[in-house]
């Protein structure tokens, strides 16, 4: 199809803008002159596949080289989806406009669970077939990475590698791998034996699983010269990491429409929860100076009049005051303002906060996840309401009337006194805001409390437990809906038909490959979106595959079990985590890593917080 064609059909649905390309520092290469095409593909839609960082670095990394050219594609929204299909146009990179069958590689960005069926989807808008061993030859290797590839199971019949970790240096290293095999002739299979000997990289088909007859994994068994285990790739130092001096910048309003400066990978806390605090230790951390000239780089070439801090707990950086310094003399001068997530409630001082007095004061947002100390104990957030309620107040001396809480239900050992402890957290949240001398005057305060149904994850202390059913979720809801009885207290919370669905694949096999195809050619696609999820239709599917979802989902495992991840090495190890579970079913805390080593394992890698020298 023409051009002008397509454009005169783009104008036919929401937001063209989504699929015209051309934007501001996009790259665009002769393909005469390259050896390997890359299709850079984030299963959502381009609002949130161009907010993603990742995806920022890994197209700058692929592209400063000559020989590969790096080329994005996001899933069509439901509008776009139908023209395609109706005119019978192939998913298209927004850089040569050429299909998706026509990349060498073809790579997928996993960040959440609810984003498979949408991987299935673009494969087959762009006309490649969606099993790995439908695919024969070194042509449309599909290959994928992110969070979730921590447990890749479920999508081991579709992909055929994955990256574990973080990519930039092992990305190249595979494509390096795969113009050596191209040019020699290698078989699909030669490449992918040679592969699994790069660290980082998982080769699905080289593992065969054995079940018990209750269920479980009896044996993970590796083949073809492929390592029994495989373990994750950190970058060492981030001041010598690429980064880009530029980001492609949209035409339309994405939802993080700001230049992004990542300060440090990694977390110090262990919040037995979070998924993200342990599958990126060991923190590593870039230096003041670094961070400044590249955030300043940014601002000029993208135009951006606001930048964001980028971690997982920015308040944790060691040096966040002498950087802000740096940082405010030239974002006041150039009119570029600053925001700061992830801030921690038990370091917010009132120096940081004169420092943020400086940026936007729309609100705060703060993390306590629990309304008890006892539960918060339970899930190591090792904060206490006095520092909780001394942090509200110093915020609101500071001018602020707005503070955003976020909470989880449904974590092990909660009972209804927890539920009832967050309302009450927040009614002396309020109440701490009018006792306050120096309060904004004449302003209402407004506490959001907004809460999400816990979803057990792999890596975690907590990948041992059960998540409650979907009909307990809606109770506890209630009881938590009935305990707050102010209008100065706002509730909200995460819809929990997608919660139980990320429950099960969060923690799944590869049986459930059969599920989510056969959920996908129902229809499903977009299921992390309300309007586009449909329940009925993945239950349909795990009846027809003859799966019980309750089984991934619902169920404790024992601490001897084999999990469909025992086989990967992130750093953690399990016997560190079984002893986690064990601490916070008596509700013991843990130190931080800056505070004490708990010995979790991620020394391992050499680097970071475990040999940093205070």
């Known amino acids: 199809m023409d051009n002008k064609r397509l454009e005169e059909l783009l104008l036919t649905v929401q937001k063209p803008g989504r699929y015209s390309g051309g934007e501001i520092n996009s790259v665009v290469k002769d393909k005469k002159n390259i050896d390997v095409r890359f299709a850079f593909c984030f299963p959502d839609t381009y609002e949130v596949g161009m907010s993603h960082l990742g995806m920022k670095i890994l197209y700058s990394v692929f592209n400063e080289r000559e020989d590969i050219w790096c080329e994005r594609f996001f899933a069509p929204w439901v509008d776009f989806e139908k023209v395609m299909t109706d005119e019978k146009i192939p998913l298209f990179a927004l850089e040569s406009r050429d299909a998706l069958s026509d990349f060498d590689i073809i790579g997928f960005t996993l960040q959440y669970e609810l984003s498979y069926t949408n991987l299935l989807n673009m494969l087959k808008l762009g006309g490649v077939p969606l099993k790995a061993c439908e695919r024969e030859g070194l042509k449309n290797l599909v290959v994928a990475g992110g969070p979730c590839a921590c447990n890749p199971e479920p999508l081991s019949d579709f992909v055929d590698l994955f990256f574990l970790g973080e990519g930039e240096e092992v990305d190249l290293e595979l494509i390096d791998l795969y113009k050596q095999c191209k040019k020699n002739g290698a078989s699909k299979q030669e490449f992918l034996q040679k592969a699994a000997r790069i660290e980082g990289v998982y080769v699905p088909s080289l593992y065969d699983f054995s079940y018990n007859e209750d269920g479980t ?7 073809d010269g492929a390592p029994e285990t495989i373990r994750k790739r950190i970058i060492k130092d981030l001041d010598k990491a690429h980064y880009p001096d530029r980001f492609v910048v949209p035409y339309i309003e994405i939802v993080h429409d700001r230049a992004v400066q990542e300060i440090f990978r990694g977390c110090i806390r262990g919040c037995r929860f ?44 060691r040096k966040l005051e002498p950087l802000l310094n740096e940082m405010l003399d030239w974002t006041n001068e150039e009119k570029v303002s600053m925001s700061l997530p992830s801030l921690r409630i038990d370091n917010f001082s009132p120096e940081l906060l004169e420092k943020i007095s400086h940026l936007r004061k729309s609100g705060l947002t703060f993390a306590p996840e629990a309304g008890t100390q006892r539960l918060r104990d339970v899930i190591n957030k090792n904060i206490t309401e006095d520092e909780i309620l001394r942090t509200c107040r110093t915020a609101f001396e500071g001018g602020y009337t707005q503070v955003k809480l976020y909470f989880m239900l449904g974590l092990p050992t909660e009972t209804d006194d927890d539920l009832r402890g967050i309302a009450q957290l927040g009614q002396k949240i309020v109440n701490a805001y009018y006792d306050t001398p120096n ?18 994850k792999p890596y975690t202390p907590f990948q041992f437990e059960p998540q409650i059913t979907r009909e307990e979720i809606l109770r506890r809801q209630q009881v938590l809906r009935e305990s707050i009885t102010t209008k100065k207290i706002s509730l909200s919370w995460h819809e929990s038909k997608t919660s139980f669905l990320e429950g099960v694949f969060a923690r799944g096999d590869r049986r459930l490959g059969a599920v989510i195809e056969t959920a996908f050619k129902k229809g499903c696609r977009f299921d992390g979106w309300d309007e586009c999820f449909e329940l009925e239709k993945w239950l349909e599917a795990f009846e027809e595959c003859g799966v019980d979802p309750a089984f991934y989902a619902n169920r404790t495992r024992s601490f001897d079990e084999i999990n469909p991840w025992d086989h990967l090495d992130y750093g953690v190890t399990k016997k560190f985590l079984i002893c986690e579970n064990c601490a916070a079913h008596n509700a013991v805390t843990t130190p931080n890593c800056r505070e004490k080593c708990a010995g979790c394992g991620a020394a391992i890698f ?3 917080v475990c040999f940093e020298k205070c």
């Open 439 to 456: 309060r904004p005057k004449g302003k209402s305060v407004n506490v959001g409390i907004s809460v999400s149904s816990f979803v057990p």
């Open 274 to 317: 979070c998924q993200a605090g342990f599958i990126y230790r060991p923190v590593r951390e870039k230096s003041p100076d670094v961070i400044n000239s590249q955030a300043r780089a940014l601002c000029e070439n993208t135009g951006y009049d606001e930048v964001s801090i980028s971690s997982l707990s920015t308040s944790d950086y």
């Open 217 to 223: 994994i009896a044996s993970v068994t590796a083949k």
């Open 606 to 608: 050499g680097e970071g």
